[in-house]
């Protein structure tokens, strides 16, 4: 069974930076494309960022897209997520995703617990 670990969560203040990171344990084999949605409150779950499992292929929404980067720990399944700059707006709880597809998808097949990450005006 398939379990993603999640952490890195907190409060911070608009201009801050927070680092998330999220790593695949259980019954796995070969290497996840990983990534990140997140949801606000009162709004719908949507896509953040992702990387491809060699880590040579990476996605951002174009409301995070130059201020957060993705990556991932070499051989391991274990992404990071660098926010930087970060806004009220980027107040949200923040969902790891992985999927035995080498490529980037948007529709993950398993998803973490969520870790929540506010951001002070």
């Known amino acids: 069974q398939v379990q993603l670990v999640e952490s890195g969560g907190g409060l911070v203040q608009a201009g801050g930076s927070l680092r998330l990171s999220c790593a695949v344990s259980?019954?796995?084999?070969?290497?996840?494309?990983m990534g990140w949605f997140r949801q606000a409150p009162g709004k719908e779950r949507e896509f953040v960022a992702a990387v491809s499992s060699s880590g040579g292929g990476t996605s951002y929404a174009d409301s995070v897209r130059g201020r957060f980067t993705i990556s991932r720990d070499g051989a391991m399944n274990i992404v990071l997520l660098q926010m930087n700059s970060l806004k009220p707006e980027d107040t949200a709880a923040y969902y790891c995703?992985?999927?035995?597809?080498?490529?980037?998808?948007?529709?993950?097949?398993?998803w973490g617990q969520g870790t929540e990450v506010t951001v002070s005006s």
């Open positions: 259980g019954r796995t084999v070969g290497r996840f494309a």
């Open positions: 995703t992985a999927d035995p597809s080498p490529t980037i998808t948007t529709t993950p097949l398993h």
